[in-house]
């Protein structure tokens, strides 16, 4: 089955660490996207990226990085300079970046600060 | 400032009733709304969309409603079933070059047996 994998599903990180959270997809889509869901709140878009070696920030891209060497994946990583990672991280894909069919999303890792 | 808002954090209907959820917008220039359904320590899953064009768009139970020159739409949901309990979200396309989903703060539905 195609889909969106994304782990771990719990990560725990110490003050001043770097993580990196992994999203892999196997629906040969296009564009990948990262958002953050804070409760009481709606998703809010980190990074996306429409193409290959391409990436672009979104709303709330400070104190995060991504990459994207290879179309299945787009990993983030979450630095010690984002003063408050303790959310939920959802990556999602789409078949281009033209949003012309809706988005699929992974089932999410729970960040949480030690 | 929330482009996209849903005004209700919460809505309980009893089953066999209809659910009725709503979501108000502020950008003229979203083209293409979108509604997901999203369980605990899940991801969310597409459950219907509308495109500007129309003002009515059904897909079983699932009906959604645009009212553009209120910048409104809605989500109805009849019969409301227990399995649909579950955090509702809104969201809309930008219609620029940078296609973006802009997302509410969602509400979150109980359909009591």
């Known amino acids: 089955d195609g889909g969106i994998t994304q782990s771990p599903k719990y990560l725990f990180r110490k003050e001043g660490q770097n993580v990196t959270l992994s999203c892999e997809q196997n629906l040969n889509h296009d564009a990948m996207y990262w958002y953050r869901q804070d409760p009481g709140q709606g998703l809010r878009l980190i990074y996306y990226s429409q193409i290959v070696n391409d990436f672009q920030k979104g709303d709330i891209a400070e104190g995060y990085s991504v990459s994207r060497e290879k179309k299945e994946s787009f990993p983030l990583t979450v630095t010690s300079a984002q003063k408050n990672p303790t959310a939920f991280y959802l990556c999602?894909?789409?078949?281009?970046?033209?949003?012309?069919?809706?988005?699929?999303f992974g089932d999410g890792t729970r960040l949480s600060i030690l | 400032d929330q482009q996209v808002k849903q005004n209700s954090p919460s809505l309980s209907v009893q089953e066999g009733r209809i659910s009725i959820l709503n979501c108000d917008y502020t950008n003229s220039m979203f083209d293409y709304f979108l509604w997901y359904k999203k369980y605990p320590a899940e991801g969310p899953t597409f459950l219907i969309s509308i495109s500007s064009i129309k003002d009515k768009n059904e897909d079983g139970r699932f009906t959604v409603f645009l009212n553009k020159s209120a910048k409104h739409l809605s989500l109805h949901i009849v019969p409301s079933q227990p399995g649909d309990s579950a955090v509702y979200f809104c969201?809309?396309?930008?219609?620029?070059?940078?296609?973006?989903?802009?997302f509410g703060s969602g509400t979150q539905l109980t359909v009591l047996p």
């Open positions: 999602a894909s789409s078949i281009s970046g033209q949003l012309v069919q809706p988005q699929h």
């Open positions: 969201a809309a396309r930008s219609s620029g070059s940078a296609r973006q989903l802009t």
